[in-house]
């Protein structure tokens, strides 16, 4: 039932070989940041493959400041050290039309595995998708991996087949890109909450 998309992902990067199983990281990447690193690190123990995902448009919210080619090209820094991440850009921001896009790109035979925060899967399971129990068939196209933020995860009953739980080391769980950036506007530390090869891209990009 998967989302019939009549557009690819465009890859900025990506990995050699096919995967048998993809781990799927959508987010806005405003600044990319340890946790999210963590997060595809974790993911590795299960997936063949990362893709991060860094969508045109957001069914949440809008580009604000930071424009998409200055996202991807932290990204692409961020996600430079690990040959098993790739890098793309989706045209649509639902995890439901990020799977076709998926499926156009990777085919059918590879699993599809959607890597998020807490914080993260509950948003997009209370998300409005016009019909009830609406997400509970997209599951039959995905699986989730959420990682404990502030707190575990409890899936609903009926899900929890299809989402698991994502074992993340719990120095990442106070991260977060709003963080970082209210960290660069106040001036205080903010180095240590992302990669170090993004550290001067940052301060320059939110700093300035």
Known sequence: M?????????????????????????????PPTLAHLALAGAALGIVDEVLFVLPREFPHK???????????????????GEPRYSVASSDGGLFVEIAGECREAYGDETELIFVCGRDAAERILNWDY???GAFRGMLEDFEMLVAPRSGEFQPPDEMQGRIRPLPVDGAFSGISATEVRERVRRGQPWEHMVPVEIISMVGKIYGG
């Open 62 to 80: 809008s580009y604000e400041g930071v424009s998409f080619s200055q996202r991807m090209e932290m990204l692409l820094a961020a996600a430079g």
């Open 130 to 132: 016009g019909q009830p």
């Open 2 to 30: 998967y989302y019939n998309s009549t557009v690819a992902l465009e890859f900025f990067r990506r990995a050699a070989g096919k995967p048998r199983i993809l781990g799927v990281l959508p987010a806005g990447f405003n």
